[in-house]
């Protein structure tokens, strides 16, 4: 059965910290790897993730893929009260017929002015 | 451009009792999809469509779930009889379409379903 193991399930840190999110997984069809983020609204989109050690970038966050231990971790340097959210890591497969999203179960981040 | 749409935003209902769900997805966009994300999970997919037919619904409790997109536009997701255990929030997403390389799903503000 597929599946995508994020950790931890929660995390609570001070502002300027500098936090680093897992996100394992085991997905027949793998295409590529998405994290979001989650305020009390709707998942937005922050990475995509298809090629291993090519690292993503945007302002104080970045992300990597190691695709021979189906492995990435999300980076948020100088945390901000902003970044509290949870941030959800998902699966894209494709073949078989089917395609679409596999998701974590999320990480809680929450940032203590 | 204007994102997808849900309403209502917010349900409460008593469990043996019916509800549903409507989603107006981004114009021009041909999958649509429904997830159920319940507290302290990440969303999970129910049932998705290409323009007016189900490309997969294998996680859908059909017994008690249905959704229809008739017009390959709107879509509605119904409930009968809810659960105590369908307590959840209902997210629809949209995208251009679907394939082997990933197309952007954009997710609308779902709704929040409490079933007592």
């Known amino acids: 059965e597929d599946k995508v193991v994020q950790s931890p399930l929660s995390l609570v840190v001070h502002e300027g910290d500098t936090v680093t999110l897992n996100c394992s997984y085991e997905?027949?069809?793998?295409?590529?790897l998405l994290w979001y983020k989650q305020e009390k609204k709707a998942p937005t989109f922050l990475f995509m993730l298809t090629s291993s050690g090519i690292e993503k970038k945007s302002g104080r966050l970045s992300s990597i893929l190691d695709k021979k231990e189906l492995f990435s971790i999300l980076n948020i340097t100088a945390t901000q009260t902003g970044d509290s959210a949870i941030y959800l890591c998902?699966?894209?497969?494709?073949?078989?017929?089917?395609?679409?999203?596999?998701f974590g179960k999320g990480t809680h981040l929450i940032i203590q002015p | 451009e204007a994102g997808v749409a849900q309403s209502p935003r917010y349900k409460i209902i008593e469990k043996r009792q019916s509800v549903a769900f409507w989603c107006n997805p981004i114009?021009?966009?041909?999958?649509l999809y429904w997830y159920q994300q319940i507290l302290g999970q990440g969303p999970k997919l129910l049932i998705q469509?290409?323009?007016?037919?189900?490309?997969?619904d294998s996680q859908l409790p059909k017994d008690r779930f249905s959704a229809e997109r008739l017009k390959g536009v709107d879509s509605t997701l119904k409930i009968q009889p809810a659960k105590l255990e369908d307590s959840a929030v209902y997210l629809c997403?949209?995208?251009?379409?679907?394939?082997?390389?990933?197309?952007?799903?954009?997710f609308g503000p779902g709704t929040r379903l409490t079933v007592l």
């Open positions: 997905v027949t069809n793998f295409r590529s």
């Open positions: 469509f290409q323009n007016n037919g189900v490309v997969d």
């Open positions: 998902a699966v894209f497969y494709s073949g078989g017929g089917a395609d679409g999203l596999t």
């Open positions: 997403a949209s995208s251009l379409g679907t394939g082997a390389t990933y197309n952007e799903q954009f």
């Open positions: 114009s021009g966009h041909a999958t």
